[in-house]
């Protein structure tokens, strides 16, 4: 178990100036930011972050929403993070996350769903070498 996890905040969530405020409910969960960078991703970098995905009708749509605007990339430290992250963030989709969680409170539907949260110790650690060198985790 791993006690790091990685996050984004989506276009939808920085362009409707959510990022305050999501960045204070994540450091009220417990987490600590290591690493942070605010960064508009070209279609390419998004689509080779997103290359898991390369396969699912959902890829282009994806692809084009997280290259649309910038988004805040963070890896978060706290025991347990991944899972305790994934309970802050809610369901994917907003309409069935819990009360309190951020998609709950910022995201606009199960496509702008306002942050990113890794699924497991394994892609947490891919998706923050994905934008942090090792000299820019603290």
Known sequence: MSNKTFTMIKPDAVSA??????????IKGGFKL????????TAAQA?????????????????DFMSSG?????????DNAVADFRQL?????????AEGTIRKLYARSIGE???????????AAIE???FFSGLEQF
């Open 17 to 26: 100036g959510y990022t305050g405020a999501i960045l204070d409910h994540i």
């Open 34 to 41: 290591v690493a942070m960078k605010y960064i508009h991703l």
């Open 47 to 63: 689509g080779k972050f997103y290359e898991v995905h390369k396969e699912r009708p959902f890829y282009g749509e994806l692809v």
């Open 70 to 78: 910038p988004i805040v990339a963070a890896i978060l430290e706290k």
């Open 89 to 97: 963030i809610g369901a994917t989709n907003p309409a069935e996350a």
């Open 113 to 123: 769903n306002a942050v990113h949260g890794s699924d497991s110790d394994e892609n």
């Open 128 to 130: 923050g070498s994905f």
